[in-house]
């Protein structure tokens, strides 16, 4: 115990001072998006807005926050990642980025449902993503909640997997986790009743427009510009599902993601009834924030490549969702996936009742631990073998180790959400990046880039 | 590949003043390479690549000057404003001042070069092969949007300059109203009797991004800048690092270079960048290189080997490697 007691110590002694770390968050968070900043302010106010919600829309919008922390050796101390090669991993595991998915016969599957920061990292960076995510979440339900047992959990079950390279395969079944069982029969009862385009499309085969949940003012869809008009070209590899019935713009969607470019698809289904219509959702990819640790080639030439390229290795089985593929329109990358009520998610903010017990919670962390290492498992042998030999050492002690790492780590991010929120505060709703009108996109482009009409 | 053109002393006839015609010098480098890299992190990547090409145009007449230089780079950075990925080739001013000499004193405006990583590029000569400590590690850019002036010592003694910059470099937007100011000094204590040994320092003071972290930058070094054989060390202490205010480190660096029968080049580099002085944290790089020219072209087979250490070892990621490349 004594030498991980250390490792976090040492964690909280690099730590710059509370003034500094205030501004090392603004300036972690500007650079990431400097650009986006400058050519779509509106949707980073609301990116910036959403993330100071709560600790776990922070903490998903932090990434480049944790990847600065790691490059600054304040993350990555560990006694468990000398000479380790990388893995693929998700880059961003935190407990939200998992979910159900439906396949080709209908059937669910429990899978990684994110793969926006896709690509080689450290194994232990997904690792300690992932147990931070559940540590924040602990926090946030409350005191009664022990989040550095849920990090230990969590991680316990990982190296148990990996090192056994048995872990499981397709979660098709909640077992006895009461969260996923939430989530199995939320999703049977939203896959029969389409409630999708119940929602979206009110019954008839077009999209409502304009606010859709008046309490959600961020939820709302509007009219496309008419340059989007070869935009349904790119649902082409999908054409044998029907022909597009309708397309809008979506905002709102996301925490990391929310300045992205997202739009839906209305395709006609097999017969002539709305019924059995489809909705897809495309949204812009971007370059991962650890892009540059393993150089852009290491895995894939581009963005849509490597998020493909990863989703297929990744999941438990190739089809988990059918419609979901990367390609590009006019130079962005762009995502293409099943739009469906019955893709429920894990929620931090249905943590609770039945659900919301530390019990039924570490649970929830085993599976969690447990599907990372099958998603690392798909890695090379070489890479596993520094990996195994990394955790072979000690596997309690290695999941000791990432519970202290959690209970520090996710106390920082509360900090941090202070840090942030008070920035808001003082430096205004961008950080501070003033805008120049004269660098606005013109014309399409600031119509595409613009906020929520 | 510079051409400077000279302008000559106006001729007087009849009391008539003939004014120089302006001189324009144009200016192209293109490095490709075939670069090997073998990471102990993974598998090794070798790959063709063509990290930089630099078109420019220099103009001067009588004391007036001014440069234009785009450069095309990979875009590591998702910098491109719409519909560009990030694995892209961007195309961006390196420079873009003009300036005037009156006398001793020599001022500048607009995208200028610092005042001391050009001159430690010139004493080592190959840029191609690596860029220089300060610029790799981030401590200084080696341009910026501002103004500078430069007094020159007579008979070719070196230089005092001061450069007051936005001090994000030239590849950021500026982000806070702090500007940085540099005051750079080379001073060649043997000019006269034609030593090409130079004595260089700098001393950086400013601010990065939104929040104006401070930072700054101290130390100096000596080099010996000779056509034949270049050789120098050079040692610069930074403070506010990593996004850190309070964070100090160091860098050392030092190299020899050695032109045998015209154009066969021999260079041996090597640098290390302590992040921190708190702790073990550092990354040292190590450069050996053979190269050959003929006319415009130069060609380089280079070794270069990347070791971070203690702290850096897990949080800088991927740069731990061996890297071979031929450089054009």
Known sequence: MRPLFVTVSL???????????????????????????????????????????????????????????????????????????????????????????????????????????????????????????????????????????????????????????????????????????????????????????????????????????????????????????????????????????????????????????????????????????????????????????????????????????????????????????????QGLPLQVRTESEAHKGIRVARWSGRRGTQAELEKLAAVLGSVLARVHLASDADALATVRRQLARGPRAFAQEQANFAEVESAQALVDLGHFQRALESLGPRLGVTQDPRELPQGFAREIFGGPP | MLLLTQVEAPSADAGVEVLPLPSFSPRADAFGEFNARFPSEGPALPAFTVPRVQLGLDAAWLGASARVLAEGAYATNGGALVGVQGDSVVLRLREAWAGYRWRFLEARMGLIPTLLIPELERGFRFRELGADGLERQQLLAPADLGASLRGFLPGGHGFVGVAVTNGEGYTSRELNAGKNVDVTALVRPFAALGLPLEVLGVASFGTQGVPQIPTARAGGGVQWSGPVLGAGASLFWARGLLGEASRTGLLAQGFVRLTLFEHLHLTARTQYFARSLAQEDGLFEGLLGVGGGHAFVDGFVAWARTVPVGVARPSVVGFDAHEGAETR
Not at chain 1, 41 to 63: D, H, I, N, Q, V
Not at chain 1, 144 to 165: F, K, R
Not at chain 1, 176 to 183: K, Y
Not at chain 1, 290 to 312: N, S
């Open chain 1, 11 to 329: 964690l909280a002694a690099c730590a710059p001072p509370e003034d500094e770390r205030q501004a090392l968050v603004v300036q972690a968070l500007v650079r990431a998006d400097e650009v986006l900043l400058r050519t779509r302010p509106e949707l980073m106010e609301g990116k910036f807005r959403r993330m100071a919600e709560t600790p776990t829309t922070f903490f998903r919008g932090s990434l480049p926050l944790f990847v600065a922390d790691w490059e600054a050796g304040r993350a990555s101390s560990s006694g468990f990642l000398r000479d380790t090669l990388p893995v693929l991993g998700l880059g961003d595991p935190h407990p939200e980025n998992f979910g159900l998915l439906a396949g080709r016969d209908g059937t669910f599957t429990f899978e990684p449902n994110d793969f926006d920061s896709v690509g080689p990292v450290p194994y232990l960076f997904d690792v300690r993503r992932l147990v931070t995510g559940l540590a924040v979440g602990a926090r946030q339900r409350g005191p009664q909640l022990d989040g550095a047992a849920l990090a230990y959990v969590a991680a316990a079950a990982y190296a148990d997997a990996l090192l056994a390279g048995d872990p499981p395969g397709a979660i098709s079944e909640p077992g006895d986790s009461a969260v996923l069982a939430d989530l199995f029969e939320r999703a049977r009862e939203d896959l029969g009743a389409r409630s999708e385009l119940q929602a979206l499309t009110d019954g008839a085969q077009r999209f409502r427009r304009g606010v859709l949940d008046p309490t959600e003012p961020t939820a709302l869809l509007a009219e496309v510009h008419p340059s989007l008009a070869e935009l349904p070209a790119v649902v082409s590899r999908l054409a044998s599902e029907g022909s597009v019935l309708d397309l809008v713009r979506q905002f709102g969607s996301g925490v990391a993601s929310w300045p992205r470019l997202r739009f839906l698809v209305l395709l006609q289904g097999p017969t002539d009834a709305a019924s059995d219509d489809v909705i897809l959702e495309l949204k812009e990819l971007a370059l991962a924030p650890t892009a540059g640790w393993y150089r852009p080639w290491a895995m894939a030439a581009d963005t849509p490549t490597r998020v493909e390229a990863g989703l297929r290795r990744l999941w438990s089985r190739p089809d988990a969702d059918p419609r979901w593929y990367t390609t590009s329109w």
